[in-house]
């Protein structure tokens, strides 16, 4: 755990490597982990990189990659593990083909995808084929019932298409408009005409009015849905379609039919003549013998695809994998910088205590290479002060680490909160959420989600992957959840009797009673419960206030001694760093800040559990008879209130004799100083006072301390010297100058001068209701915040 507690020790080291064995380097002390490389071609874009073409490559093969999982999904087949990343990492078998790993894929690649492209297209030109022989079979099937039961009816119409209505009612004879002589026909001559074919059954409605108005009610439409869904060939989606059959008597009706048609996406289809029964009969036999035809071919080619993304699923993994590696080793190349003519130059980071480690993969990686210049690793000038920050993690400690991190990723060296939020997150979780039958469900989980990560090929759990990962801590934050409700004696809100009750509530009179009565005498150790609250608080008529204020008064206590805690790492750190103005100007004032306000509550609160104030009380009244304080002179008035008949005489409305309210305690400390209106012990008034005195001190050392120093000392040193904490995120670059031959910047770093913004900042943490958090301690002092509000104590 001593590694975990201060970062990894880092050296800025520069390597240059033959840019045969580049790859190969890369992609050895990419699976170590243990190096991080600074960008040397800041003035290049991304397009102007040496290696983008490379990129551009992996990109396509990701693409064709996507392809196949999406194939794959369709028919639900499950992509085959691997292992860990982990493992993956450490593998060599795909390196061992070097710089040409790129065309082996492409080329792999390229068939499988040509091989599923062509299937795919093959089985969406049958599915056009086969889907139009359905809605074919389906037109002459349903077109014999429209003639069979429309078409007599159709003649007899005089509102059909071809005849008219008078006022009256009465059919009107239509005449030809021009005589035979100017190209008009007879009667004879006008016999109806007919279009059938498919549209989706949702645009059924629009496409009637649209016929309708188009052709003026000229035309008789009749519709019959297909009972079977069919499937849309390029999305595979089931679609609800419907028969229709338009007669009408005009050529001029039958463009505009047609057009209509085209404008909904409405398939037609040629029916013979209605008269003919022969030709019908066999033209939907025909039909019937090609679907079946069809549908054999169709499910051939299904078996085909199936098969293909069968083979795919067994490497897809793999490929995807191989693919990333690929491209972050041609990233990581892209920070690379030509050295000479065949060598490259790079920097970076490297773990100090595996530096050795790092010199013998690149000497390992670049053998075989025909070159007269051996590989260099050596020490370089740091680009800038700050090296990143570094842990070894396992899975235990990774989901701890994620935690910290939300709040601010710790600084090089700098203490990390992580070590002990690995035991103190999961316990105060287990105070605020304490209740055996919900902690319970947490701790299943988290029994649930540790079988489930540590089963092979359980890496990832499915759709659980994220809560795989934090599997230890939820297992914790259970495991404490259920301590603290057996505390509280707390079953989903309810009291259980385990040890027995040390309170009776039962009389000889009655089955019930008002009150209860210890079963032992006070004092006795038998009537105590043995561990947690006694059952008989739950059913109490105070149970409410009890429990509320047992609850908040400890998570308070502490919340407080948490954040304590962390101010006292922040003092760990000034003192490793010798960072003397944080210690004195902020660590210093901090503590005191934090001792001599939240301090003094936890001291009331310890100073009130610890009085009887039933004794107190009585000493309040004329009934204390073993008390001494009134002498001979003194007649007790029953009527008189507390203030007047206690002889404790701390001061106030009570003086001493009745419990406070310490809400009312605090607020008074700087609503009225020198004041206190319940107090519990001599000079109260006056250490309230200190206290406070003590508050306005602080509070403007916090406000300007900092800022004055950095100031006055920029001033001393001509704005030439770093601070001495440069673990801190603003600390200035040692060699602005050095930076531009490095190609690389402090992302932390900023101008010597600094006093506005350091001001800023300490503005907004010294008017906050706590002392000042710095990115290490934030999380000890953001975790126990809601206890802090929680402080309406009783």
């Known amino acids: 755990m001593a590694s975990w507690f201060r970062s990894e020790k880092m050296k800025y080291v520069q390597l240059i490597i033959p840019e045969d064995a580049a790859h190969n380097c890369v992609s050895v002390l990419g699976s170590m982990g243990v190096i991080q490389f600074t960008d040397l071609n800041t003035d290049q874009t991304a397009f102007q990189r040496r290696y983008v073409s490379y990129i551009a490559r992996c990109d396509e093969l990701e693409r064709k990659l996507r392809y196949f999982k999406s194939e794959i999904e369709k028919f639900g087949i499950s992509v085959q593990e691997i292992g860990t990343p982990e493992d993956f990492a450490r593998s060599t078998g795909s390196r061992e083909k070097g710089p040409k790993l790129l065309e082996v894929l492409e080329s792999d690649l390229e068939k499988k995808e040509a091989e599923l492209l062509e299937l795919n297209k093959f089985s969406e030109t049958l599915n056009i084929e086969f889907n139009q022989k359905v809605e074919l079979h389906e037109v002459l099937r349903k077109s014999r019932h429209f003639f069979a039961r429309d078409v007599p009816e159709l003649r007899d119409d005089p509102r059909a298409p071809g005849g008219a209505l008078d006022p009256f009612g009465q059919g009107i004879k239509q005449q030809p408009l021009m005589d035979a002589d100017f190209g008009g026909r007879g009667d004879a001559d006008m016999r109806f005409q007919y279009i059938s074919g498919v ?67 409405a398939a037609r289809y040629g029916v013979p003549p209605l008269d003919d029964a022969g030709a019908s009969s066999r033209l939907e036999e025909e039909t019937r013998v090609e679907l079946k035809e069809a549908q054999k071919v169709l499910q051939k080619n ?27 080793t041609y990233h990581t190349l892209n920070l690379f910088k030509v050295f000479n003519r065949g060598f490259l130059s790079a920097e970076g980071w490297a773990v100090a205590d595996a530096l050795p480690q790092v010199e013998g993969a690149v000497a390992a990686s670049t053998r075989g290479v025909d070159t007269e210049m051996t590989t260099v690793v050596e020490d370089a000038p740091k680009p800038w002060p700050t090296p990143p920050t570094y842990f070894r993690l396992n899975k235990f400690t990774w989901a701890f680490q994620e935690f910290v991190n939300t709040y601010g990723t710790p600084r090089y060296q700098e203490a990390n909160p992580a070590l002990f939020t690995a035991a103190t997150f999961p316990f105060m979780y287990g105070v605020m959420y304490g209740d055996i039958g919900h902690g319970g469900c947490v701790l299943l989980l988290g029994l649930y989600l540790l079988w489930l990560g540590n089963r092979p090929q359980g890496r990832d759990g499915g759709g659980l992957a994220s809560l795989v990962k934090a599997r230890y801590m939820i297992f914790l934050m259970g495991l404490y959840s259920v301590y603290c409700g057996l505390v509280y004696n707390d079953y989903f809100a ?56 047992m609850k908040m008064k400890t998570s308070v206590i502490i919340g407080i001694i948490h954040m304590t805690f962390g101010i006292c790492l922040r003092g760990l750190n000034c003192i490793y760093f010798k960072d003397k103005i944080g210690f004195w100007l902020e660590f210093v004032p901090m503590l005191i800040f934090d001792l001599s306000m939240f301090g003094y509550m936890v001291l009331l609160i310890f100073i009130k559990w610890s009085i009887n104030w039933e004794d107190r009380m009585l000493m309040g009244t004329c009934n204390d008879d073993g008390t001494n304080a009134y002498d001979a002179s003194y007649s007790c008035d ?40 319940e107090p519990m012990f001599a000079g109260q008034a006056s250490v309230q006072v200190i206290v406070l005195l003590i508050i306005f001190i602080t509070v403007p050392v916090l406000l300007l301390g900092r800022p004055l120093a950095e100031k006055f000392a920029a001033k001393s040193h001509g704005h030439g010297a770093p601070r001495a904490d440069s673990f801190a995120s603003d600390s200035p670059l040692a060699d602005p100058e050095a930076n531009k031959g490095h190609g690389g910047h402090d992302e932390h770093g900023e101008s010597p001068v600094r006093s506005g913004r350091t001001a800023c900042a300490c503005a907004v943490f010294s008017l906050l209701p706590r002392p000042r958090p710095t990115p290490h301690t934030a999380l000890f002092s953001r975790i126990p915040a809601p206890a802090v509000r929680w402080a309406f104590l009783h």
Not at 232 to 247: A, D, L
Not at 523 to 535: K, M, R, T
Request: glycine share 8%; hydrophobic share 35%; with cysteine.
């Open 199 to 265: 549209l989706r059954q949702e645009d059924r409605g629009r496409f009637e009015r649209m016929l309708f108005r188009a052709t003026r009610g000229n035309c008789y439409a009749r519709f019959a849905e297909i009972e079977a869904p069919i499937a849309h060939p390029p999305t595979g989606e089931m679609m609800h379609k419907m028969v229709f059959m338009v007669f009408f008597k005009s050529s001029a009706i039958e463009a505009k039919i047609n057009k209509i048609c085209d404008a909904f996406g």
């Open 638 to 677: 029953p009527d008189g209130d507390v203030a007047s008949v206690c002889f404790l005489d701390y001061g106030g409305t009570g003086d001493g004799c009745q419990p406070p309210n310490l809400i009312t305690t605090l607020i008074g400390i700087v609503l009225s100083p020198g004041s206190v209106e």
């Open 494 to 549: 309810l009291g259980l009797d385990l040890f027995g009750s040390k309170w009776s509530v039962f009389t000889e009179d009655s089955d019930t009673s008002d009150s209860a009565t210890n079963v032992a005498d006070y004092g006795d150790p038998d009537s105590v419960y043995p561990f947690g609250c006694d059952p008989a608080w739950h059913v109490s008529n105070n149970e409410l206030l009890f429990f509320n204020s």
């Open 302 to 328: 299904r078996h085909a695809r199936y098969a293909l993304c069968c083979r795919l699923a067994q490497e897809l993994e793999e490929w995807q994998w191989t693919v990333l590696r690929e491209k972050s």
